[in-house]
Nanobody, 127 residues
Framework: QVQLVESGGGLVQAGGSLRLSCAAS????????VGWFRQAPGKDREFVAT????????QYADSAEGRFTISRDNAKKTVYLQMLSLKPEDTAVYYC????????????????????WGQGTQVTVSS
């Protein structure tokens, strides 16, 4: 059974930082590109960041570029999202997702391409 479990969310003041983790089980983790998405109340889910199977390629939404860093540890089957300089508009439920890919370097920004999703972790940034 495939599981993606997010952790690390919480309440933080604007300008603060958080590191989210996504721990995977039940799949050959290194065969999957992984992405982070978020959904704020009343809004559609949006892409945040993605990392290729090898970890060498990453891609970010404009809103995350320069503030967020995605990384992965295939030995630990875990992907991280380091978030700095948080803003109130970053408040959302953050989800990680895994996409089976043949290419080791391809990144995936479309949520519809992902095979598995976690349950999400709440991030709240106060002003």
């Amino acid at each position: 059974q495939v599981q993606l479990v997010e952790s690390g969310g919480g309440l933080v003041q604007a300008g603060g930082s958080l590191r989210l983790s996504c721990a995977a089980s039940g799949l050959t983790f290194s065969s999957y590109a992984v992405g982070w998405f978020r959904q704020a109340p009343g809004k559609d889910r949006e892409f945040v960041a993605t990392i290729s199977r090898s970890g060498a390629s990453t891609q970010y939404a404009d809103s995350a570029e320069g503030r967020f860093t995605i990384s992965r540890d295939n030995a630990k089957k875990t992907v991280y999202l380091q978030m700095l300089s948080l803003k109130p508009e970053d408040t959302a439920v953050y989800y990680c997702a895994a996409c089976l890919k043949y290419s080791r370097e391809e990144t995936v920004t479309s949520g519809t391409s992902y095979n598995y999703w976690g349950q999400g972790t709440q991030v709240t940034v106060s002003s």
